[in-house]
């Protein structure tokens, strides 16, 4: 803990993260897809924006509670659902679930995890929502939502913007596969960190523990169970498949990877009761937009109700603050809590969580804000970045 206090900011944590990891490891993390355009723009869009503050109003006690997908949230962000957690940390998505369950927050458990969701409940009794697809076989999909409901998670959250996988040059570059495909130069990197190297190894198996029971005990060889997963992602899914897994879920669910007031629409009124504005952290589309300046048309198109997660680009309290003013519900984090996972393990996520919510709280008090409720267009204005 003595190293994880000297990290003050998110950017320490992932420098703490990059000389923790092996070099594929942290590109993993640290990636996005082609030039990286929207990658950058995720969190450099949030410089665009000026937050406009009240003065004299009674700051001593601040109101930052929130729901979302339903359930209570002691302020307005979740962690996002992030595959192959146990790469990055032994203790994987439990650490990170423990962490955000001391911080009162909702935590989302990805089908690509390596925690099974059964285990993951009995271990969090916090608000949990599960990251769904809709696969070729319509009967795991179903076998998911029946899952989850029997291990109580509060929600879904439905990926979209996955019909293909985006092109992740730095993967390549540093020959990262599973199992690793050992250059030199990836092996070198491998050896020079034995911290993360030798628990790698030494450790639990490595799986994707919610779909491995599909395939026969691998019986193909090391590649064939993520080979059956790339094959499950189905380029024709559309909006009838969303009416028909709202049916079948019947509770509190996002559609994740919204980017336009239309698709906002036709989201709900295909049964969803929230949206999750994201790029997939630039992992897909390069030159997409980035979240935050999607906001406001997005919740201008559907009303006050629905829930409104900016996804992406959030690296300080007052990004999330940014993101409320213009009319999100709340923020979700994927890799800064990822930075600080590979730095500390649930420590680190926690010194992460710790950092953020100081820098939220400080930011509301600073601009006047004594409600979340309170915030409004009027605390924000957009000015372009001259550097972008």
């Not at 679930?97 to 989302?108: E, F, K, M, N, V």
């Amino acid at each position: 803990m003595t190293r994880l206090d000297r990290a003050n900011n998110v950017a320490d944590l992932r420098l703490m993260a990059r000389r923790r990891l092996a070099r594929p490891i942290f590109d993993y993390i640290d990636g996005g897809a082609d030039d990286e355009i929207s990658l950058r723009r995720n969190a450099t869009a949030f410089a665009d924006y000026e937050l406009v503050p009240d003065v004299l109003n009674d700051v001593s006690e601040i109101r930052t509670e929130t729901k979302i997908f339903g359930q209570a949230s002691r302020w307005p962000l979740m962690l996002s659902p992030t595959g192959l957690t146990r790469m990055f940390h032994g203790h994987a998505e439990l650490a990170v679930a423990r962490a955000a369950a001391r911080h009162g927050l909702l935590y989302s458990l990805s089908t690509m995890g390596t925690t099974r969701l059964e285990d993951l409940a009995r271990a969090f009794a916090g608000p949990k929502v599960f990251q769904i697809y809709i696969f070729k076989d319509r009967g795991l999909t179903a076998e998911f939502v029946a899952r989850c409901r029997d291990a109580g998670f509060h929600g879904l959250a439905l990926t979209v913007d996955t019909p293909v996988a985006g092109n992740r040059e730095r993967d390549r570059v540093s020959g990262l596969s599973l199992p690793p495909k050992l250059t030199l130069r990836s092996l070198l990197s491998f050896a020079l960190h034995p911290s993360w190297s030798i628990p790698a190894l030494t450790g639990s198996k490595f799986d994707l523990a919610n779909v491995s029971h599909k395939v026969d005990a691998l019986s193909s060889g090391p590649m064939s169970l993520f080979d059956y997963i790339g094959g499950q992602f189905d380029r024709s899914v559309g909006w009838r498949e969303v009416e028909w897994l709202a049916r079948e879920w019947n509770g509190p669910l996002a559609i994740k990877g919204v980017m336009t007031p239309e698709d906002a629409r036709r989201s709900i009124t295909s049964g969803a009761t929230g949206v999750m504005i994201s790029n997939h952290g630039g992992r897909q589309l390069d030159g997409a937009p980035a979240p935050i300046d999607q906001i406001e048309a997005v919740r201008n198109a559907i009303g006050d109700a629905p829930d409104v997660i900016c996804d992406g680009g959030i690296r300080r309290g007052s990004d999330v603050v940014k993101a409320l003013a213009l009319g999100a519900t709340a923020c979700s984090i994927g890799r800064p809590y990822l930075y600080g996972l590979a730095a500390g393990g649930e420590q680190g996520v926690d010194r992460l969580l710790t950092l953020l919510n100081q820098e939220f709280e400080r930011t509301l008090t600073l601009a006047g804000i004594n409600d979340i409720a309170s915030l409004s267009p009027r605390h924000i204005r957009h000015r372009p970045n001259e550097r972008a």
